[in-house]
C-alpha cells in the first residue's frame, strides 16, 4: 500500500501526528478498501494520542462521541476521524456493558493490538502506518481479504451480542465487497439478529442509510433478504414481501419487490455519477406500497386523495419510526413527495405549471416516473410531465392549455366511487388526450 491511495486531508492529519511523536496509522475501511483497489470513502486515523492531545494538535477540530470519544478534523466538507487505541471494553475501567450484553461506553485506552482485537471484522482491523508504509495485521485480515472472506473478530455470538449493529455491518460490508460470509459468522447473526430490535431507532436509522445510500443499495438489499434483516429496518414492507399467501397476493408482491430494486438501482446510478441524493426519496419508496394501499382504501371509502394519504402516512409511519427514527427533516419532505402524487395526476390547466414551482417537484415527478415504470396507467402522465418540463414557458403555458393532463389512478378510484353510486352515465375509459 502506498500513500498515493490516501485523501490529501487524511494524510495531512497521519503526517502531523507522526511529526509530533505518536502512533499514526490509517486503518479500517480505508485501508481494506484501497487494499483491494476500491475508492474508500472515508478515512479513519488510529493513534496512541489521547483525544486531548489530539484535540490540541488540530485547530480545525473537535472532540465527539460519548460510546467513543473520538476527534473529528475538520476540512471543509471532508472529516477526517482520530481515534485513540482502544482496549476491550473488560479489561479496564472506563467501559461500560448494558444487562443484556450491549457495549455502553467503550473509552479503555489500550494497545495497537488491542485496538486491533476490539474492531468487528478481521478485514477492518489493518493498520497502514505513515512511517514506513507497512501494513501491520495482528488478526490474519490479509488473508482473509485475498480469499474474499467476511470473518467476524474473536466469539461471533459474543461480538454480535455486544453490539448487533455488526450483524447489519456485516450483511452490509460483505455484500459490498462480493465476500463469502465465513460460516461461523454466518450462524452468529442468524442467531442474533432479532436483538436488532433492541438496537436505538437513532442508530438503526444511520446504518439503514449506509446499506443504502453507500452506493451498494441493491447489493445490499439482496444480502438482508437473503439473512431475513430487512424486517428490523422496514418491517412493513418485509412483512409484506414474504406473506405469500396466495397467488395473487404473490405477484403483487414480487411487483413491489420489482419497484423497490428499480428504486434502488437508480440510488446506486446517482451515487456512481456523484449526483446528489436524499433519504427522502429513499424512505418515499421503500415504504410506499403500504401507504399507498392504505390511501385507496380510504379513497374508496370518499376521503380525498391526498388527505387519504396523510392520514395513512400517520396510520403507518409510528410503525416504521420504532424501527428508524426518521428525522423530520427527511420524513417531511418524503410525506410531501406522497403527497404531490395525486396533485401530478390530476393537474390540468396552468394550476400544472405552479406545481412545478414546488421545491418538491422535481421529487414528486421523479417518484411519479418510478411508478410509471409500474403501472400502465400512469405511463401518459409521467411523459405528460416530462413533455412540460422540456418546454420554454411560454410553450408551457399553450401546452397545459391545449393538452389537459391525463386522470390516472386517483381520478379513476375516484370515478370508479361515483360509478358504483351511479351518479355517473360516462362510459369508461380514458378521458380525451388531445
Ligand atoms: P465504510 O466506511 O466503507 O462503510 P468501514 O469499515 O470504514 O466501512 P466505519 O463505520 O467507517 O466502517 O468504521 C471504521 C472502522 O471502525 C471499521 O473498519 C472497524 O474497524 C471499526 N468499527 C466500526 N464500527 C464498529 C463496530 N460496531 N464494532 C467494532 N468495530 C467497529
Ligand atoms: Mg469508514
Redesign the pocket.
Known sequence: MTRDSISKNALKVLDRLHQSGYASYL????V??ALLDKNP??F?VATDASPDEVRSLFRNSRIIGRRFRLVHVVFGRDIVEVATFRADHDSGTGGEVGRDGRILRDNVFGSIEDDAR???FTV??LYYNIEDNSVVDFVSGIADLESGIFRLLGDPVQRCEE?P??VL?AAR?SA?LNFTVEAETHSAMLNTAPLLSLTPPARMFEEML?LFQ?GYAVASYKKLVEYDLLRYIFPQTAERLTAKLTDESESQTSKEEEFILAGLTNTDARVQNEQPITPAYLLAFMIWEGVYRNALERVERSEQPVEALINAADQLLPVQQKSTAVPKRFSIPMREIWTMQPRLEQMSGTRALSLMENRRFRAAYDFLCLRAEFDEALVDCASWWTEVQELAHDEQIEFVSSKPVVVANWGEVQKKKRRGRKFSRHRRGKPQNS
Not at 486503518?27 to 480505508?30: E, H, R, S, Y
Open positions: 486503518v479500517g475501511g480505508g481494506r478498501d470513502k472515508d479513519d476490539r474492531r468487528d477492518n482491523a453490539d449493529v455488526r455491518r460490508l459490498k449506509k453507500g
